[in-house]
């Protein structure tokens, strides 16, 4: 804190991380749903090139029209990759390193630890993107 009673940048920063990474976790106990919220709200913050989307459709999710469901997101920011794959009620997380397209490490995670590498990204990116700012908004807000 600087003798003014402001919070210096970094603590301000690491409280928006701290609560973007519980605002992405509110809905991890559903994989299905916290995999949705999770793309949709990326999708929002991100330009469209940084995020993929893996997904299987049934027979049933393409009579209905439904763009099925999601099988991995992959998130591209910088030399940073974050991958999820869900799998029925688990999920496989890693944090991957890349230079010019080239993985140069692979590091596995628990959940807890990639939502938080993904808020502190994202956070990042909010600094100057607009676009990306007004979309954690929202999704702190949860709106």
């Known amino acids: 804190m600087s003798d003014d009673g402001q919070l210096e940048p970094a603590a301000r920063d690491e409280d928006s991380i ?9 809905d991890a106990a559903d994989l299905e749903v916290y995999g949705r919220v999770l793309t949709d709200a990326l999708a929002e913050a ?3 090139d940084a995020v993929a989307v893996e997904r299987r459709r049934s027979l ?13 997101l992959e998130v591209s920011m910088g030399d940073q990759r974050l991958t999820l794959t869900l ?38 990116r909010a600094r100057s993107d607009a676009r990306a700012r007004a979309a954690l908004e929202r999704l702190l807000l949860g709106g």
């Open 46 to 48: 991100l330009p469209a």
């Open 87 to 124: 799998t029925g009620d688990r999920a496989a997380a890693e944090v991957c390193r890349v230079v010019r397209g080239v993985v140069l490490s692979r590091r596995p995670v628990p959940l807890d630890e990639w939502t938080r590498e993904l808020a502190a990204a994202v956070t990042v």
């Open 60 to 72: 049933a999710d393409r009579v209905a029209g439904r763009p099925g469901r999601i099988e991995r």
């Open 18 to 26: 701290d609560l973007l990474t519980a605002a992405l976790r509110r």
